[in-house]
């Protein structure tokens, strides 16, 4: 057994390769899991809770300092998926190109709506909320919640992109303004 974090992860074992065939993912890649974003699989280790011996995945999402388990058995129910292809992330950058769309309705009802996109965690949903609240300098400015929903969707786009592309968070996120910016 192997100790990352302090946590006991086991490695070769016939469990941990079955899950790993099961859900494809292996220690070390990168899945997005929806409410939280991207973080790295540390591994599949076994665990006993309330008398149960579950299965569970690791991911540390090191931005939020935090690691989280998934049962293996409520992974696919859970969200939790593989990074985003190519072609999806190219679909989202050009979504960040269009025109807004902001809807006539209360913001409270919009401030939702933009947090479930968030939460749902498809880039191209997270790309429509920061084009729908990006604020160009000739625009009046945004309220407190609208800045705070406009960071956490670029935030969480940012980190998909440099996941995807292999590159850091703040070359991502200056890639995300200059397409804003573009527009």
Known sequence: MARN???????????????????????GDFVVYPTHGVGKVLGIEAQEISGLRLQLIIIHFEKDRMTLRVPVTKAKN???????????I???LLTLKGRSRIKRVMWSRRAQEYEAKINSGDPVSIAEVVRDLHRGADQPDQSFSERQIYQAALDRL???LAAVEDIDE?????RLEQLLKAA
């Open 90 to 92: 190219d679909t989202a």
């Open 170 to 174: 703040k070359a991502a996120s200056d």
């Open 5 to 27: 974090n302090g946590t006991k992860v086991q490695n070769g074992t016939k469990v941990q390769k079955a899950a790993q065939k099961e859900l494809g993912f292996r220690t």
């Open 78 to 88: 859970s969200g939790l998926r593989r990074l985003s292809s190519r072609k999806i």
């Open 158 to 160: 940012a980190r998909e």
